[in-house]
């Protein structure tokens, strides 16, 4: 059983810069997906069990950066320049073989708020 624990959460203001972060249960591939209120959940970004390989939509690509540090299972979302379409509930994904845009895995983080004002 993959558990996920994510922190980091908050309110900003637009331009402002958050960091999520989502410890894991083990070492795997993992993203991040966000879900605003009265739309579907879509997919933000995703990281490699390694690292190496990383991928965003093109709705936060150039200001939010995905990252590991695989020494403690944790992946960590940057979000920087962040605006008020940004608003929404944030969850960590993970499996044991992969995440991408268009394949969520099978393990869920509990979400986390991000409010960004206007």
């Known amino acids: 059983q993959v558990q996920l624990v994510e922190s980091g959460g908050g309110l900003v203001q637009a331009g402002g810069s958050l960091r999520l972060s989502c410890a894991a249960s083990?070492?795997?591939?993992m993203g991040w997906f966000r879900q605003a209120p009265g739309k579907e959940r879509e997919f933000v970004a995703s990281i490699s069990r390694t690292g190496a390989s990383t991928s965003y939509s093109d709705a936060v690509k150039g200001r939010f950066t995905i990252s590991r540090d695989n020494a403690k299972n944790t992946v960590y979302l940057q979000m920087n320049s962040l605006k008020p379409e940004d608003t929404a509930v944030y969850y960590c994904?993970?499996?044991?073989?992969?995440?991408?845009?268009?394949?969520?895995?099978?393990?869920w983080g509990q979400g986390t708020q991000v409010t960004v004002s206007s």
């Open positions: 994904n993970a499996d044991p073989f992969v995440v991408s845009s268009t394949r969520r895995g099978n393990y």
């Open positions: 083990g070492r795997f591939p």
